[in-house]
């Protein structure tokens, strides 16, 4: 490996780290303009994690070690998460060490941890939250991993750089496989984010929080690191699908910083019309109840698991 | 690999949303909803056969393509839409399972479709052998639907569905049944929907409801 290609790496890393708040502000901001409201702006994610650092942090007295530990220990893997996925180009540090199943349980390791955090407290909210998280977890990983053998059975790689620049090298093609992986995968992506129709990332309603209710514990630093991995989770999950499903413009490992300035451009306006649709869905469609969860998440394994069985038939 | 030809594509494309719409009847609740699925799959068959008739030449498949297009777009949907408004079954929902267990036993239908129709595409020589399986996998999913329904109107759009996929099936093994086969077959279809309406009043008429349950416990009295 060449240094150049490491530093490449970091350099990508660090960009969707620095840039997920930015791309949350933006989801919520479209959002804010679809339903009539002015919105409090781009940076507001920014300027609610500069306050949370500001904060002295309140520990219960009863929480272990563990609570402490929870926020790093997710946003390291989320961090981790992030050098493995080709944001800007197809070239990642660590790709070559961890494949898209390897991701999957980096999501999962994060997911295990908030979990635990939000039952270690042992108020009522936390267990409920980590219960409900936990289920939609175990129920959209399936489909996930599905979408992810589906893409790498047609490029045959796991690796999603390879993936991503084996689709983007070639003509376009029709894929009807893919097609329902990108259905699938976009309702595992609401899942999986705690956005609308599985959970609202806006209220405080105990009967349907599930991610809120987990880090209802937390304070100042903790908070605005598990704010943050949140934010980088939606991130990455967009840099997965754009990876998948619309490739075109990542830069090769070969082009030089002109071609970067092209690959940056390109993502930033792909993830500009991907934030704004998510906010449409969000906007567009209700909250399901938590018990009509498990039948969205069995639909998105559905989409998945036909697109693996019609790229078998069709070859395509 | 070489990138296969632009109507191929669109063939597949068309073969894969046939499907798809299968599943979304499968898992509908509410009567009209399946009603409009079904006059969507219509939709989705008259152009996968005009795309068919286009690639191949086959030009007696453009008068198929219409005449699905006129039975199944417009024909059985508007007479299925007069009933339901007549028999005011507009809102019902209805099902036998729970809608997950009833998608995962229809991904298991698929599999075994997909698996039974590998030898039998090997023969044929046809473009469209390898969306014979999807045509079977059609077929048996309506099938299930007809079995996991309980009032009538849905099983008779199941039967309808059903007719659906031996269509596809019949364009994508042989590039089409002959002409005074498929006139019979629709207007069979047509005949048979109308007689069906008379009997959901009758079913109606004797038990104050469309459920077939009731038909299970005839006994002379």
Known sequence: MRAQDLLLGIFQALLSIAA???????????????????????????????????????????????????????????????????????????????DVIALVGLFALARVAIALAGMDIGTAFGSLGA???????????????????????????????????????????????????GVAFTMVLLAENARIPIDNPATHLELTMIHEAMALEYSARHMALVEWTSALKLMNFMAIGLALFVP???????????????????????LAVAGAGLALIETASAKLRIFRAPEFLATAFLFAVLGLLVHQLLGS | MPAPALTT??????????????????????????????????????????????????????ASAALSLLLKVIALPWILHRLIARLDVRWDTETQLNIPTTMLIGIVVVVFAFALAQPIAQLSQAVTRSTLGIALAVVLLSFLMMITRRKAVAQVIGFLAMENGLFFAAI???????????????????????ILGVFFFQIREQFDSLDLHNLERLRED
């Open chain 1, 20 to 98: 997920a708040p930015l791309l949350l502000g933006w989801v919520n901001q479209c959002r804010a303009w679809l339903q009539n409201r002015r919105g409090a702006g781009v940076l507001q994610p920014y300027r609610v994690l500069r306050k949370l650092m500001h904060k002295d942090a309140v520990i219960a007295h009863n929480a272990s070690p563990l609570f402490r530990a929870s926020p790093y220990v997710q946003f390291g893997a989320m961090c981790l998460a992030a050098a493995i996925i080709p944001v800007v180009s197809v070239t990642a540090p660590l790709a070559a060490a961890a």
């Open chain 1, 131 to 181: 219960r409900r998280e936990m289920m939609v977890g175990f129920l959209s990983e399936p489909a996930l991993l599905m979408v992810f053998f589906t893409a790498s059975l047609i490029c045959g790689s796991t690796l999603l750089p390879v993936i991503a620049g084996t689709l983007a090298g070639r003509a376009p093609i029709l894929y009807p496989s893919l097609a329902f992986a």
């Open chain 1, 248 to 270: 075109w413009g990542l830069t090769a490992a070969t082009a030089g910083p002109g071609g970067l300035v092209v690959g940056i451009a390109a993502t930033a306006l792909k």
């Open chain 2, 9 to 62: 594509q669109l063939l597949n494309l068309g073969a894969a949303l046939l499907l798809l719409s299968s599943f979304a009847m499968l898992s509908q609740r509410r009567i009209l909803s399946l009603v409009n699925l079904f006059a969507l799959q219509g939709v989705l068959l008259t152009v996968s056969t005009a795309i068919v008739a286009y690639s191949s030449g086959a030009t007696h498949l453009y």
């Open chain 2, 172 to 194: 994508s093994a042989t590039y089409g049944m002959p002409m005074v086969v498929e006139l019979g077959v629709g207007l069979d279809v047509l005949v048979g929907m109308l």
